[in-house]
């Protein structure tokens, strides 16, 4: 959390943005980068994971995030996750972050419908960035069932 905070994103990106999905060092870059969007917009986060917490009430739950959530709790919910990840609760950290990716890309969705007839191309947009949170999800928890069946290399 330091080096990202001292040296940008950027540094952790050149380190491990390339790396597969299903690797350590994908898994590590796709904590530090959910982390650092939650970062940049702690309210923006707070609100998405209001709208689909309810779609989700199992990955709200495992998830962690405070209820009811705002910017703050997102915040800590981030630096609890990536702490996680260093402290020996690596798949459950993952989890957690899967699980958070999941309840934020349905908030994207209903914002993408709620705009679908006004502003199409904004929900378009919308719904194309929850799909790529979605996968992001999944890798997520691909990555935490390597690590605990051992092959997260």
Do not use: K, N
């Amino acid at each position: 959390m330091h080096l990202t905070e001292r040296e940008g994103l950027e540094a952790v990106a050149e380190l491990w943005s390339h790396c597969p999905a299903v690797s350590l060092p994908g898994a590590l870059w796709r904590l530090y980068a959910l982390r650092s969007a939650i970062l940049a917009d702690p309210h923006r986060a707070a609100a998405l994971f209001r709208d689909g917490r309810h779609a989700a009430p199992v990955a709200r739950l495992v998830a962690g995030a405070a209820e009811p959530p705002g910017a703050d709790q997102m915040v800590q919910m981030a630096d609890s996750v990536l702490s996680g990840a260093f402290r020996g609760d690596f798949d459950m950290a993952l989890e957690r972050a899967a699980a958070f990716c999941r309840v934020i890309s349905l908030g994207q969705s209903h914002h993408a419908e709620a705009l679908e007839v006004s502003r199409p191309e904004p929900a378009a947009s919308m719904l194309q960035r929850a799909q790529r949170l979605l996968g992001t999800a999944e890798d997520l928890e691909q990555a935490a069932a390597a690590w605990r069946g051992g092959t997260l290399d």
